[in-house]
């Protein structure tokens, strides 16, 4: 069974840069696309980024595009997303997601339809 493990969120000043780590067990990670969500309070979740298996494909969400870098380690079986120039509205918790069900897939874009398996969250604060 596939688990995922969020760590890196805290509270961090607006300009500021946070990375966040996902630990992935339970099965081969590096056939997997990853990916990155966030969900604000009273707010929808918003999907971020994604990263194929190989990592050679990535998407970025307009909103995080330019500020936010999503990369993956194969060997520690960790993805990662760090997080630069955050701003109060980045406040959220952020969930990290894994496509178990198609391997080796290069798609990207609409890897929200796929990313099946979540984290339990990690909460990213940025005051003003």
């Known amino acids: 069974q596939v688990q995922l493990v969020e760590s890196g969120g805290g509270l961090v000043q607006a300009g500021g840069s946070l990375r966040l780590s996902c630990a992935f067990s339970?099965?081969?990670?590096?056939?997997?696309?990853m990916g990155w969500f966030r969900q604000a309070p009273g707010k929808e979740r918003e999907f971020l980024t994604a990263?194929?298996?190989?990592?050679?494909?990535?998407y970025y969400a307009d909103s995080v595009k330019g500020r936010f870098t999503i990369s993956r380690d194969n060997a520690k079986n960790t993805v990662y997303l760090q997080m630069n120039s955050l701003k109060p509205e980045d406040t959220a918790v952020y969930y990290c997601?894994?496509?178990?069900?198609?391997?080796?897939?290069?798609?990207?874009?609409?890897?929200?339809?796929?990313?099946?398996?979540w984290g339990q969250g990690t909460l990213v604060t940025v005051s003003s």
């Open positions: 990263i194929s298996w190989s990592g050679g494909n990535i």
């Open positions: 997601a894994a496509d178990t069900r198609n391997p080796h897939s290069d798609y990207v874009e609409d890897a929200y339809r796929y990313l099946e398996v």
């Open positions: 339970g099965r081969t990670f590096s056939s997997n696309t």
